[in-house]
């Protein structure tokens, strides 16, 4: 059975592979909270804040470089805190003519919103893992 959340997750995902080949965001964009914010971390060592608007301006920025890519969501796994608040943990792959061009780790935070919409609060993207890269398992 397919939950609420992952009905969500998976529009999100769909907007992103539209962003992907249509070069607008704004699909994406309203599924982001008000508060969204997260962490860029491209090893172990690092890791980089943003906020909403460093955010957006980040996504809008990957869209241009990578139009005409496909996202792919796999190993998803989402785990409910409460009724009205979810994580949702996948490797997120981008793929140019089906080979793989990009790979990270990624942790939401999603919420219940009194609109009653799912909203995404906080991401985690761990860049340059996943479940094909060489030395993990």
Do not use: N
Request: charged share 30%; with cysteine.
């Amino acid at each position: 059975m397919v939950t609420a959340v992952e009905e969500v997750h998976t529009s999100y995902v769909d907007q992103w592979q539209l962003a992907l080949s249509s070069g607008d965001t704004s699909g994406v964009e309203l599924f982001l909270g008000p508060d969204y914010h997260g962490w860029f971390c491209p090893d172990s060592a690092e890791s980089f804040p943003y906020d909403r608007d460093e955010g957006v301006e980040g996504m809008r920025e990957s869209v241009r470089r990578l139009r005409g890519c496909a996202m792919e969501a796999a190993h998803r796994m989402v785990s409910r805190r409460g009724d009205a608040e979810a994580l949702v943990f996948y490797e997120k792959r981008i793929l140019r003519q089906g080979a793989v061009l990009s790979r990270a780790v990624i942790l939401e935070a999603w919420r219940l919103h009194d609109d009653g919409r799912w909203l995404l609060l906080r991401e985690v993207t761990e860049h340059g893992a996943g479940s094909d890269v060489r030395g993990t398992r």
